[in-house]
């Protein structure tokens, strides 16, 4: 029997480390695929859209769960089925990240893949491409956040490539700004670059975060979206100088007299209230609000990131094994409270805005499993890459967000 998890709960001085992590990955994160248009070529025609049905057939067909059942609590379970393959591979999707590419780079177990997540009262029906395209057929949904946000956004595109491959229409070659059209159903999707959700800018060893002033890279251009599915955490952990009103009110970990120092919690409730009020507040955005709680930051064993901590473990957590506490509970607090603030503060005004939350952070807390650790590139490579113990591995347990996803946007049945 596994030893019970224990989380880690850096100390203050310690805290910004988990930030720094995610900014390694990402600056070491350029290497992609050949591009999706390549691939899509390389196929025979015919592959590109591998299923047809009419419109509205497969989604009202899509087995739902039981109303009333809660989706986000559970526990992970042995996936028993015969047919309990992965939804896709790194052979089968040429979407995944290079530092999530788990197979691709080694991991020698796959037991991490033979687990589904099963709510409390209820079964999850399994990923269904299909259903999931003809609910978003001629809509639009935009990831905002960051790269845990388009590691969410990349297991979406693997799981739909069981039925479709999309064409990149992105107008810029960043990619922290993706946009990705599948022309069967008129479906776009894109992700946003804003690991704050609001105005930001690093001067020497600090940030400087505007957390009354949200972010304009993915602001400007959201209003035309259908559903935006809002994400961010991990960045806050950064040495930061907090202003509002142009002017500054506190910082966290700069040292500087007179300032005051606030907790992490402080800046990334404002942050959020900000982002919500531009989605709520204004009446331009009339779509869905998705507000995705965190993914675990306490997954490090052994040490902190920089001092050989590491995610080595090959099954989940039994619920009762683990807690949320410490960083995670904290930034977890915050998002809850924000989003229902703000749903009541739309509902008072009258705001058009959908808002509803999707509360993964329970269910991910069980898989300290499903991360990358050192298999996100070659051992000989000559790279200076810490333990990942913050994404996912693609596939691995974040496929089952979009199972949960899927659940959220299937139209009530008639």
Not at 118 to 133: Q, S, Y
Request: glycine fraction near 6%.
């Amino acid at each position: 029997m596994q030893k019970k998890l224990q989380l880690v709960n850096p100390a203050a001085a310690t805290l910004p480390a988990l930030a720094v992590l995610t900014l390694v990955f990402l600056l070491t994160s350029r290497r992609q695929h050949p591009s999706i248009d390549a691939y899509r070529s390389a196929l025979p025609s015919s592959t590109s859209v591998l299923h047809r049905s009419l419109p509205g057939s497969s989604a009202a067909a899509a087995a739902r769960v039981p109303k009333g059942c809660d989706i986000f609590r559970g526990e992970w379970v042995p996936d028993d089925d015969g047919c309990a393959l992965p939804y896709y591979t790194n052979l089968s999707c040429p979407l995944i990240q290079e530092h999530q590419n788990c197979m691709k780079y080694g991991r020698p177990d796959r037991g991490f893949l033979r687990w589904r997540w099963r709510p409390a009262g209820c079964e999850m029906p399994r990923f269904d491409a299909e259903a999931f395209l003809d609910a978003v057929r001629g809509k639009s949904l935009a990831f905002v956040g960051d790269s845990l946000a388009r590691n969410h956004m990349q297991s979406l595109m693997c799981l739909l490539s069981k039925v479709e491959y999309p064409k990149d229409i992105s107008t810029n070659t960043s990619s922290e700004f993706k946009t990705m059209h599948y022309e069967s159903y008129n479906f776009t999707i894109a992700i946003f670059w804003s690991p704050f959700l609001v105005k930001a800018n690093q001067s020497e060893t600090l940030w400087n975060l505007f957390l009354d002033e949200p972010d304009e890279s993915w602001t400007a251009g959201i209003t035309s979206f259908d559903y935006v599915l809002l994400s961010a955490a991990n960045w806050f952990t950064r040495p930061s100088v907090f202003y509002e009103g142009g002017r500054v009110v506190a910082c966290h970990y700069c040292h500087f007299p007179g300032v005051p120092d606030r907790t992490l919690r402080y800046s990334l409730r404002m942050a959020f209230r900000a982002a919500l009020r531009v989605l709520t507040g204004d009446g331009r955005f009339n779509g869905t609000v998705v507000v995705r709680t965190l993914s675990p930051t306490s997954h490090f064993e052994g040490g902190e990131w920089d001092k050989g901590g590491d995610c080595r473990r090959t099954r989940p957590v039994a619920a009762n094994e683990t807690r949320m506490a410490g960083l995670d509970l904290d930034f977890h607090e915050a998002q809850v409270e924000e989003f229902e603030k703000a749903k009541k503060e739309a509902a008072a005004t009258g705001s058009s805005a959908r808002m509803v939350l999707m509360d993964t952070t329970p269910a991910m807390l069980q898989r300290p499993d499903g991360h990358p650790s050192r298999y996100g590139h070659w051992p000989h490579e000559n790279v200076t890459l810490y333990n990942d113990c913050v994404h996912w591995c693609l596939p691995g347990p974040i496929d089952a967000r979009n199972e949960m996803l899927l659940q959220m946007l299937l139209p009530d049945p008639v």
